[in-house]
């Protein structure tokens, strides 16, 4: 738990089931989670951490965690997002290749997830992938 309550820093100690504050002990879980991008590290993608105000309330996000669907093109569209923010004048596909892990099928893939998610949101959520060649 952190110390420093100061206001510009946010209430992130919190229960994940129930918000309430974690002041009485935590349980902490990682889960499986396609939406889960970490701002550096490839390796920790498609990983949440977890916490929770008791073992119960801990069990209960797990399952709901298990029962998501994890989509590999929602995972990959994460990953592209955080090479392209990277590089604002954009990539050619090959550095998108190296920045990400993906092949170009993947990168395809991902993009089509996006530009389907893209359609079925209201505008104002709107943050688009563009073909890494269209900069």
């Known amino acids: 738990m952190r110390d420093d309550q100061s206001p510009s820093v946010p209430q992130t100690d919190i229960c994940d089931a129930c918000a309430r504050p974690l002041t009485d002990?935590?349980?902490?879980?990682?889960?499986?989670?396609?939406?889960?991008?970490?701002p550096r590290h490839r390796a920790r993608d498609g990983r949440r951490l977890i916490a929770a105000c008791s073992p119960e309330h801990l069990v209960a996000l797990q399952q709901e965690y298990r029962e998501r669907p994890f989509v590999h093109e929602e995972l990959w569209a994460g990953q592209i997002l955080r090479a392209l923010a990277q590089q604002p004048d954009g990539m050619a596909a090959e550095a998108l290749c190296a920045a990400t892990g993906l092949d170009d099928l993947?990168?395809?893939?991902?993009?089509?997830?996006?530009?389907?998610?893209?359609?079925?949101?209201p505008q104002s959520c709107e943050h688009h992938l563009h073909s890494p060649d269209a900069g």
């Open 25 to 38: 002990g935590c349980h902490l879980g990682v889960v499986r989670d396609s939406s889960a991008i970490h």
């Open 106 to 121: 993947q990168i395809r893939r991902a993009m089509e997830w996006e530009r389907h998610r893209a359609r079925h949101r």
